[in-house]
């Protein structure tokens, strides 16, 4: 099972940058004489940040045409027919603002709450009410057949194109090949690309109509090729599961498919917000699933001050640590993060469904004072962590789990309330 993968991954959409957009490089176009024999790749795979790949990466698109050359036999050689091969590369370019793209990495990124602001905005939770009306024949039978909400799957929708209005108007294809081309993540990208060309091949679409993101990712809820060949669904019957075109019903059946294939439970909520005792000891946060009757003997509490209901195993999540919203996170939780890994991500989407179907928004209020740890400031955090013999076990300037673990053991070492939230403060105390 491959998992999808979002122009967010983040939790935030990738936007070009305004200097991106003035004089474009010329590209060089691939007329491609398909050969049908095998051969060696010219580019050998490398690893990310090796010196190599920077110096591939200077190579730019000197090499392109040779190695979509050889691409094709390798692709022929993985049963994609030599006719499909040949319409699906020829005339494609290498493209140097989609590696400058892949390049650009924030500097600073958003909090939480911020995010949570612009992804479950008023706006956004209207128009998605509107969704819901307008194609409630289509999705009643949707979240019938896959068991999945249908608001969590509009929310998804909502947040992947902004309900269709953003699905992307790049080369799929080509997007795909600048980047196995370039090396960064070159095995990664080619298989997208073997992918892709099998979904020609399926004949769901025309190469030069498979349109999405920068980054591979298609249609209205922006699949991944492998992702697509596993999961997408023909609902509407027409013979093509068709992603790309303006009617969305196949797009979104292909997304209840994806979430009910990795064990979504109808009817079970993907968190509820809970209130935690006065004293209470966060660093159980860690410790993984509890029912929820272990909880409550915690004194863990719905926010009306009752007993949460049992939808089984949960995580107690703190966001913004002990000073924000606290979660007890079900199976769903994890099931959204199979469509995209982010924690923010998978909180919106279970957020925004829940306020299209008219719940509140949450009761406690987050720490909005706080600053956002920049990326050079969160390596900074983990090498002094690591420093101090608490392992964050690798400098990537991300706050995954490893990390957050890190800073509760540092913080029950230190006296202090050990949350594993990454702030200003842990990193001053680190200083």
């Given at each position: 099972?491959?998992?999808?993968?979002?122009?967010?991954?983040?939790?935030?959409?990738?936007?070009?940058?305004?200097?991106?957009?003035?004089?474009?490089?010329?590209?060089?176009?691939?007329?491609?004489?398909?050969?049908?024999?095998?051969?060696?790749?010219?580019?050998?795979?490398?690893?990310?940040?090796?010196?190599?790949?920077?110096?591939?990466?200077?190579?730019?698109?000197?090499g392109f045409n040779a190695w979509v050359q050889d691409f094709a036999k390798r692709?022929?050689?993985?049963?994609?027919?030599?006719?499909?091969?040949?319409?699906?590369?020829?005339?494609?370019?290498?493209?140097?603002?989609?590696?400058?793209?892949?390049?650009?990495?924030?500097?600073?990124?958003?909090?939480?709450?911020?995010?949570?602001?612009?992804?479950?905005?008023?706006?956004?939770?209207?128009?998605?009410?509107?969704?819901?009306?307008?194609?409630?024949?289509?999705?009643?039978?949707?979240?019938?057949?896959?068991?999945?909400?249908?608001?969590?799957?509009?929310?998804?929708?909502?947040?992947?194109?902004?309900?269709?209005?953003?699905?992307?108007?790049?080369?799929?294809?080509?997007?795909?090949?600048?980047?196995?081309?370039?090396?960064?993540?070159?095995?990664?990208?080619?298989?997208?690309?073997?992918?892709?060309?099998?979904?020609?091949?399926?004949?769901?679409?025309?190469?030069?109509?498979?349109?999405?993101?920068?980054?591979?990712?298609?249609?209205?809820?922006?699949?991944?090729?492998?992702?697509?060949?596993?999961?997408?669904?023909?609902?509407?019957?027409?013979?093509?599961?068709?992603?790309?075109?303006?009617?969305?019903?196949?797009?979104?059946?292909?997304?209840?498919?994806?979430?009910?294939?990795?064990?979504?439970?109808?009817?079970?909520?993907?968190?509820?917000?809970?209130?935690?005792?006065?004293?209470?000891?966060?660093?159980?946060?860690?410790?993984?699933?509890?029912?929820?009757?272990?909880?409550?003997?915690?004194?863990?509490?719905?926010?009306?001050?009752?007993?949460?209901?049992?939808?089984?195993?949960?995580?107690?999540?703190?966001?913004?640590?002990?000073?924000?919203?606290?979660?007890?996170?079900?199976?769903?939780?994890?099931?959204?993060?199979?469509?995209?890994?982010?924690?923010?991500?998978?909180?919106?989407?279970?957020?925004l469904g829940a306020r299209m179907r008219g719940a509140p928004d949450f009761t406690?209020?987050?720490?909005?004072?706080?600053?956002?740890?920049?990326?050079?400031?969160?390596?900074?955090?983990?090498?002094?962590l690591t420093a101090k013999g608490f392992s964050t076990n690798g400098i990537d300037?991300?706050?995954?789990?490893?990390?957050?673990?890190?800073?509760?053991?540092?913080?029950?070492?230190?006296?202090?309330?050990?949350?594993?939230?990454?702030?200003?403060?842990?990193?001053?105390?680190?200083?």
């Amino acid at each position: 099972m491959r998992p999808v993968m979002t122009a967010l991954t983040i939790a935030i959409a990738a936007q070009a940058s305004p200097a991106l957009a003035q004089t474009p490089t010329p590209r060089p176009t691939s007329g491609i004489a398909v050969a049908q024999a095998a051969t060696t790749s010219p580019r050998p795979l490398l690893r990310p940040g090796a010196p190599e790949q920077i110096q591939q990466a200077s190579l730019g698109a000197a090499g392109f045409n040779a190695w979509v050359q050889d691409f094709a036999k390798r692709a022929q050689r993985q049963g994609v027919p030599f006719e499909v091969v040949k319409a699906s590369l020829t005339g494609i370019r290498y493209d140097p603002d989609i590696i400058a793209l892949d390049r650009n990495q924030a500097e600073f990124s958003k909090q939480l709450w911020e995010y949570l602001d612009s992804a479950v905005s008023s706006n956004r939770i209207n128009t998605g009410r509107s969704m819901l009306s307008r194609y409630a024949t289509a999705l009643d039978k949707i979240e019938r057949r896959y068991g999945v909400d249908k608001e969590i799957v509009v929310a998804i929708w909502g947040l992947e194109s902004a309900y269709g209005g953003f699905r992307g108007n790049t080369d799929t294809i080509e997007a795909l090949a600048t980047l196995a081309y370039d090396g960064r993540r070159g095995a990664f990208f080619e298989e997208q690309l073997v992918a892709a060309l099998k979904i020609v091949q399926a004949g769901d679409v025309n190469p030069r109509a498979m349109k999405g993101s920068w980054a591979g990712a298609m249609g209205h809820t922006q699949f991944m090729p492998t992702s697509y060949l596993d999961h997408a669904v023909d609902f509407t019957g027409d013979g093509r599961r068709d992603i790309w075109s303006d009617n969305p019903v196949d797009a979104l059946a292909s997304t209840a498919a994806y979430l009910d294939d990795f064990g979504w439970k109808k009817g079970q909520p993907w968190g509820v917000e809970v209130r935690v005792p006065q004293g209470f000891d966060y660093a159980v946060a860690g410790d993984g699933e509890k029912t929820v009757a272990a909880w409550s003997r915690l004194g863990v509490r719905g926010v009306d001050g009752g007993n949460v209901a049992n939808h089984g195993k949960a995580q107690l999540l703190l966001p913004a640590g002990a000073r924000g919203p606290a979660f007890l996170t079900f199976g769903n939780f994890d099931v959204i993060k199979r469509y995209n890994a982010s924690t923010s991500y998978a909180m919106a989407v279970g957020h925004l469904g829940a306020r299209m179907r008219g719940a509140p928004d949450f009761t406690a209020s987050w720490p909005r004072g706080d600053r956002a740890l920049s990326s050079r400031e969160k390596e900074e955090m983990q090498k002094r962590l690591t420093a101090k013999g608490f392992s964050t076990n690798g400098i990537d300037g991300r706050v995954g789990p490893d990390t957050i673990a890190a800073i509760r053991r540092y913080q029950k070492a230190m006296g202090l309330v050990a949350d594993g939230y990454a702030s200003t403060d842990l990193l001053t105390h680190l200083r």
